[in-house]
C-alpha cells in the first residue's frame, strides 16, 4: 500500500519560511518524480514544484521562483519543499503526489501523479 504523508505545515508571518516533507512508502520511491501542489479554498488544485526522480531537475511555477526550493532524500524516500519569504497568497493546503511520467521532463498535471497525500496547511499572515 503505497503511503505519502506530509507534515511542516503551520501558521507563519508573512515573510517567514517553513519547509514542508513529504516521507513515503510502499513504492519505489527512486524511479518516481515528485510534486508538490496546492489548493487555496474556492480554487482549483495548482503545480508548485516538481523534481525528477533522478534528482537532476527540478521545476517551479512562476509565482513561487527564487523563493521556494524542492529536494529529495531518495535514502530516506522524502521529499521536501522549502518555502522561503512567504506571503499570504501562498496560505493553501499543500499536497505531495508521486508519478512515473512518460517523459523525462516536467510534469504540472494533476492527471500526470498516481498517489497523493492527504496534504498539509499553511497558513501566512499578513
Known amino acids: 500500500q503505497v503511503q505519502l504523508v506530509e507534515s511542516g505545515g503551520g501558521l507563519v508571518q508573512a515573510g517567514g519560511s517553513l519547509r514542508l516533507s513529504c516521507a513515503a512508502s510502499?513504492?519505489?520511491?527512486?524511479?518516481?518524480?515528485m510534486g508538490w501542489f496546492r489548493q487555496a479554498p474556492g480554487k482549483e488544485r495548482e503545480f508548485v514544484a516538481q523534481i525528477t526522480y533522478t534528482g537532476g531537475h527540478a521545476y517551479y511555477a512562476e509565482p513561487v521562483k527564487g523563493r521556494f526550493t524542492i529536494s529529495r532524500d531518495n535514502a530516506k524516500m522524502t521529499v521536501y519543499l522549502q518555502m522561503n519569504n512567504l506571503k499570504p497568497e501562498d496560505t493553501a493546503v499543500y499536497y505531495c503526489a508521486g508519478g512515473r511520467g512518460r517523459y523525462y521532463g516536467v510534469h504540472t498535471k494533476t492527471s500526470e501523479y498516481d498517489y497523493w497525500g492527504q496534504g498539509t496547511q499553511v497558513t501566512v499572515s499578513s
Open positions: 510502499g513504492l519505489t520511491f527512486s524511479s518516481y518524480d
